[in-house]
């Protein structure tokens, strides 16, 4: 049976006391020696965060001294986990963290990079390392009210000084970060971490079994440690496909700041990560830009591809994105129907899903129902197929368009009214504590959460509006986003993170100093998160295919409450560790493999109390987290809870 540790809130100072008492015996003894530990993929822990509960296996899911971290896997699969290397008093220089290869049943292994380089099968499992870079965040994102912002509710966000600091997020090859300002081998300096993320992806044909092997750790060339490392890959496979989502960006931003070879990257990037970039289209010419995402043509070993969904399209076609068409009139309809026709042309239509988006929170605007109008007027039989959609949070039943897209405000009840319809409601973007948010001053596993909603709540689309927004200040003004987490900023409101899930491999038209020179781009932190929950979903899926009631026991255990049953200025249900998701991830597991059930434990955050040293968290987060659980114990297997919670009063 798996548990993770509980405590009583009760007697909070002389938890905060004791967890000082703690830090400083454990400041004092890890003066000694730097520190080597290992955590799995939904934390984050900052450059300063030393002597944290994580290297001494508290609210761990992978990893306790002593032992080797272990792992899980389906077939079809990704999963990571980190490498933690802390400096005592003394600086580390020269470090290298290192996992060349698992063994695994009858000679079948996974290796570090393409298995043909190493002279492996096709079929082998593949190892990445990325150096985790720190950006400085300088301040909470904010807006008008205290402790608002455009990622939380006021009161719903998270303590605000957790991650102000120096905070990982770019994800960078270890191959490529021979640079000065983010270099591998690592420089760290006392009292600091080193932080080295590794994937490991799991193709369709690999044997089942426990896959073995060693993290090793080296300074200036000789081995500080090594860390044993086990992976089961488990006797199933996880869907090429399983919730839907669709990423925004500006083509002209991405080639100016990064080249145009890049867009191909990007989409494979996204496809290998189950996540679809939002093409857009005002002219045939962008259809066939994008033929090769959206046929899958790309998405294959002949074009360099490794992952999952081989050969399949992106299956989202955005018209004029953001209204670019404007107003509805016969010229512009004109050219909507050139877009319509290249795509049925091209055979694209009914895998394609294309949306005209006629405004973006413009909710008064007259264009959806003007332009819905004119396309279902029409004797065309192509732009007949052209939805209308828009961003608009207001009742769906009521607006005027086919593809509601609406912010954190999906209530079950309406969404059934509009579908019937014939509406098909989406959601964008993201705020606690109703949805996880993709902010860089937010939690781990907030995108993560987000692949859960959408299997709960049967999402058709999750869409996030920009996410390669390497311009502040409305668009106006470029940043640098390996310097500056602000990627918003307005008179009143400004985020970390807003818009922006991936990182720049080349910056052409400005701040060459922080350039690797690939005209590629780098994914964050934030997106390996949200691909987890989109795996999760998988998991959610075929363990309802078995057990439909047990299914949703284990996804209500771990999310007691989201959009409109959540309450604002409450902190999110889900709590912000890691370790829930990890153990709600096994149960469904042993669901669909018929294996004994998993014991989930009451729900509590609680152990958060013992992170207070890592981030400032104060007693205050600990007890509202505490009180926020579900207060029972929870045997998946032998219960359910059936149907989805009753919105609340």
């Known amino acids: 049976m ?49 002597s944290t509960s994580f290297e001494h296996g508290v609210d761990n899911a992978i990893w306790h001294p002593g032992d080797a971290a272990h792992l899980f896997a389906m077939r079809n699969e990704s999963v990571a986990f980190q490498v933690v290397v802390e400096a005592d008093d003394a600086a580390l220089d020269t470090v290298t963290v290192e996992l060349d290869e698992l063994d695994g049943p009858d000679g079948a292994k996974m290796v570090e990079g393409p298995p043909a380089a190493r002279g492996a099968v096709a079929e082998s499992g593949r190892i990445e390392r990325f150096g985790e870079h720190f950006v400085e965040v300088r301040r909470a994102s904010g807006g008008k009210k205290h402790g608002e912002s455009r990622g939380w509710e006021a009161g719903s966000g998270p303590p605000e000084r ?4 120096p905070v990982p997020d770019a994800l960078i090859p270890v191959d490529l970060a021979q640079h000065d300002w983010n270099p591998y081998p690592m420089r760290i300096e006392p009292r600091q971490n080193g932080i080295v993320w590794i994937d490991l992806q799991v193709p369709r044909g690999q044997a089942p079994g426990m896959y073995r092997g060693d993290v090793v750790v080296r300074v200036q060339g000789n081995v500080l440690t090594r860390r044993p490392v086990e992976v089961e890959v488990v006797d199933a496979t996880l869907p090429d496909r399983t919730v839907a989502t669709a990423l925004s960006y500006d083509h002209d931003d991405l080639e100016s700041r990064v080249g145009p070879r890049a867009e191909r990257q990007l989409w494979q990037l996204l496809h290998a990560h189950r996540l679809a970039p939002m093409n857009d289209a005002t002219s045939p010419s962008d259809v066939d830009r994008a033929y090769s ?8 070993q002949s074009q360099g591809y490794i992952g999952p969904a081989p050969g399949m399209g992106d299956g989202v076609l955005a018209l004029g994105t953001h209204g670019a068409f404007g107003g509805p009139d016969a010229a512009t309809l004109e050219r909507i129907r050139g877009v319509a026709d290249r795509v049925a042309e091209q055979k694209l239509l009914g895998a394609t899903d294309m ?11 007259p264009w959806g129902a003007g332009w819905r109008a004119l396309l279902r007027d029409s004797e065309d039989t192509n732009l007949r197929r052209v939805r209308v959609g828009w961003t608009c949070s207001l009742d769906p039943t009521a607006q005027p368009v086919d593809v509601p897209m609406m912010h954190a405000t999906f209530d079950v009840a309406r969404v059934n009214a509009a579908r019937a319809q014939g509406k098909e409601s989406w959601v964008y973007d993201g705020v606690r504590p109703r949805t996880g948010t993709f902010l860089i001053d937010d939690d781990a596993v907030s995108p993560r959460v987000n692949g859960w909603l959408s299997a709960m709540f049967r999402i058709p689309r999750w869409v996030v509006r920009d996410s390669m927004h390497w311009y502040a200040e409305h668009g106006d003004v470029p940043i640098d986003p390996f310097a500056d987490a602000e990627s918003f900023r307005s008179e009143t409101e400004w985020a970390n993170g807003d818009g922006m899930l991936l990182y720049p491999g080349t910056q052409a038209d400005a701040f060459e100093e922080h350039s690797l020179g690939l005209q590629s781009v780098l994914a964050s932190i934030r997106l390996k998160n949200w691909r987890r929950g989109i795996e999760d979903a998988g998991y959610l899926q075929m363990a309802r295919d078995r057990d439909p009631a047990r299914a949703d026991a284990v996804a209500r255990w771990l999310v007691p409450a989201a959009f409109d049953e959540a309450k604002a200025g ?21 669901i669909i493999l018929d294996r004994p059930p998993v014991v989930l434990p009451p729900r509590t955050t609680e152990p958060a109390l013992a992170m207070a040293s890592m981030a400032g968290v104060g007693c205050s987060r600990a007890v509202t987290e505490a009180g926020g659980g579900i207060a029972l114990g929870l045997v998946v297997g032998a219960m359910g809870l059936g149907r989805l919670r009753r919105k609340r009063a």
Not at 355 to 365: I, M, N
Not at 574 to 589: C, H, I, M, N
């Open 570 to 590: 409450d902190a999110p249900s889900w709590g912000s560790r890691g370790k829930p998701f990890f153990e709600a991830r096994r149960a469904l597991l042993a």
């Open 293 to 300: 995402a959206l046929s899958g043509s790309l998405y294959t």
């Open 355 to 365: 949306v005209l988006y006629a405004a973006d929170e413009q909710c008064s605007s």
């Open 2 to 50: 798996n548990h993770f540790p509980l405590r009583s809130p009760r007697l909070c100072g002389f938890s905060i006391t004791m967890v000082l008492l703690a830090g400083a015996f454990v400041t004092h003894r890890a003066a000694a020696n730097p520190s080597v530990w290992m955590v799995d993929d939904g934390e984050k822990v900052r450059r300063d965060a030393v």
């Open 162 to 165: 957790e991650w102000v600091g």
